[in-house]
């Protein structure tokens, strides 16, 4: 199946999480493609290249980074913003 006749009804979705570097958070690199035509799906309304404390794209959108933590990991104040 060619990408221009692809619906992209089905997706796939790799995962990988990275050791913060240099003291920075654990990230989780997500990217999805067609199941059927290997096109890459964009991520929409997230900013790109930002800071590793919040969750963003490559210049592509493509490549979507996710900081993440085990609970007792998260600092108070983080949790906090979260709640409010
Ligand atoms: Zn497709």
Redesign the pocket.
Known sequence: ?T?QN????RATAKVSVHRGIDGGPRMANVKIR??????PFEFLGVETEGPTDRPSVDVKAQDLRVPIAVRNEVEPKTTKKKIQ
């Open positions: 199946m990408q692809c619906k992209h009804y067609c199941a059927d035509c290997g096109e």
